[in-house]
């Protein structure tokens, strides 16, 4: 089953005088929809957009795994560990919380910046922070989260060039750029799409080719 969710119909929220414009893909933070919370272990997919020298003043976090990718421009990192990093296009950041962190994210550049958030359930709470940085992933590396049952694919893909869709219970798509054509469908920029039971099917590069994020999911959260 395919369920195919524009970028147009995403819950736009974030701050437009401080520079943050966000676009939600399920019920988050003053947008709530109780059909829409969860697809899987994913609880958000937030595509933020941040004026220079924009940014989320410190905050806290427990058990939820956060992992970010860059579109474009640079995401600076700081968080109550002492870490500091700056994540650019290609990186894949992840944030485990445990029981509990608190960071600051922010557009310290001079050009726009744009990224892609994404929340996950972890399978187990609790226990001591952790945070990774992986610098340029390659294509078709799989990132399997350590805390939840869920791995990440980047799907880069030139047009008419095929991929398979992971064969799990849930599968989610973002477009980051570009077309991705699914069936009969064209998925563009901003788009998604939650499959279940997702045997057998096979992905295309649009005209201009595709840059995707592709979570395999094979579980739902458990509380205890």
């Not at 962190?101 to 310290?108: C, G, L, Q, T």
């Not at 869920?150 to 599968?171: F, Q, Y």
């Amino acid at each position: 089953m395919l369920h195919i969710r524009r970028g147009a119909d995403r819950y736009r929220g974030g701050d437009a005088a401080a520079g943050i414009d966000t676009r939600h893909a399920f019920s988050f933070s003053g947008f709530y929809d109780p059909s829409n919370t969860r697809f899987g272990l994913l609880v958000a997919c937030n595509e933020e957009r941040l004026a220079p020298g924009a940014g989320f003043a410190e905050h806290p976090h427990a058990d939820v795994e956060i992992v970010s990718w860059v579109v474009e421009g640079e995401l600076t990192h700081e968080d109550s560990a002492g870490r500091r990093a700056v994540i650019r296009p290609g990186d894949v950041q992840r944030l485990s919380a445990g029981r509990g962190i608190r960071h600051v994210e922010r557009n310290a550049g001079s050009e726009p910046l744009r990224f892609v958030q994404m929340w996950l359930v972890p399978g187990v709470f609790g226990g001591e922070a952790e945070y990774e940085v992986v610098r340029g992933i390659a294509d078709n590396t799989p990132y399997a989260l350590a805390r939840a049952d869920a791995v990440l694919h980047v799907r880069r893909l030139n047009a008419g060039e095929r991929t398979a869709i992971p064969d799990a219970p849930w599968v989610y798509v973002h477009v980051v750029r570009g077309g991705l054509r699914l069936g009969d469908e064209l998925l563009e920029a901003g788009d998604a799409v939650r499959i279940t039971d997702a045997e057998g099917l096979e992905a295309s590069g649009g005209e201009a080719g595709v840059e995707a994020l592709v979570w395999e999911m094979h579980s739902e959260p458990s509380y205890g």
